[in-house]
């Protein structure tokens, strides 16, 4: 009997040391995941701001309207355009040929040839612009039209040789002189062989040719220096030049940068720019509307 409740309580014993026992301590509980730390923006990665360019395109006379629209469309692209403006015709290719200006606009192709050849440019154009015609200018105070001009009067014309020979063939179709038909290039004074009036010439820069008109009796003006001088030519001329035969091709007006930056890809796709503005549909309505049909677009 003794040993059976000697058994008993030893039972009991571990029953309540196994109840009483110590419990494993449970795992702490995690600490909160830390935010993961922002990405560190690297130079590169950063948005850079829009490369931008300088350039200056040389013209002749102040009134350059279209050349305002292309400043303001070239802007856009990240194009810089300064208009520096020039009183005559034969510096702007030197200050283009000197690094001064990196494109100019304000000449034909045959004064470009001529010019070139003359002082070893190494210029070319790179884009056509439009067709200025040659118009004929009276002093009001002496002559009315063209058949008013009489012998011992005197027309002013522009002094370069190209439109020196251009204005002597336009004096030649207004029936005031011939040029000897054996010339078949640019014609001079010492071409004329026979002045059906008896006119007096008078060469000038074209720049000048409208501050000289109030002294002569007429004066031969490209339209671009008619209206730098106010001088409207579809309303104040007495003659307009002929532009619609097939030798009009080498009077158009054109863009012309240096060789060496034409062959450079970056500078070149930069006029491409321009040129893509100056041959615009909003560019050609403007020249239409602004200039009154002296400047012709050729695009």
């Not at 100019?104 to 040839?113: D, I």
């Amino acid at each position: 009997m003794k040993k059976i409740i000697v058994f008993v309580l030893v039972a009991l014993l571990a029953l309540t040391l196994a109840a009483c026992g110590e419990t494993a301590p449970s795992p702490a509980p995690a600490a909160p995941a830390a935010p993961p730390a922002a990405a560190e923006t690297t130079p590169a990665e950063a948005p850079a701001e829009e490369e931008r360019h300088a350039l200056r395109v040389g013209l002749v006379g102040a009134f350059n309207v279209h050349w305002d629209v292309i400043q303001e469309m070239v802007a856009e692209e990240g194009i810089d355009l300064e208009l520096v403006f020039f009183s005559d015709f034969m510096t702007p290719n030197l200050a283009l040929d000197g690094g001064d200006i990196d494109l100019n606009a304000f000449q034909h192709k045959m004064f470009l040839t001529a010019d070139s050849e003359a002082n070893g440019y190494e210029i070319e154009y790179i884009a056509e612009t439009f067709i200025v015609p040659l118009n004929l200018f009276n002093n009001p105070d002496r002559i009315s039209s063209v058949e008013d001009i009489q012998d011992g009067h005197t027309i002013a014309i522009p002094s370069d040789p190209t439109n020196s020979g251009r204005a002597l063939r336009f004096l030649e179709s207004a029936g005031l002189l011939v040029i000897d038909p054996a010339v078949t290039g640019i014609p001079t004074v010492l071409d004329i062989t026979e002045r059906i009036v008896d006119i007096q010439i008078l060469e000038a820069e074209s720049g000048m040719l409208a501050n000289i008109l109030p002294d002569v009796e007429a004066a031969v003006i490209n339209g671009q220096n008619a209206f730098s001088a106010g001088l409207n030519p579809e309303v104040d001329s007495i003659l307009r030049e002929d532009i619609s035969g097939d030798n009009m091709a080498h009077l158009v007006n054109i863009i012309v940068a240096r060789t060496v930056d034409v062959e450079d890809p970056i500078r070149s796709a930069l006029f491409e720019i321009i040129v893509r503005a100056h041959q615009s549909e909003t560019v050609r309505q403007v020249l239409l509307d602004e200039y009154q049909g002296a400047f012709i677009p050729a695009w």
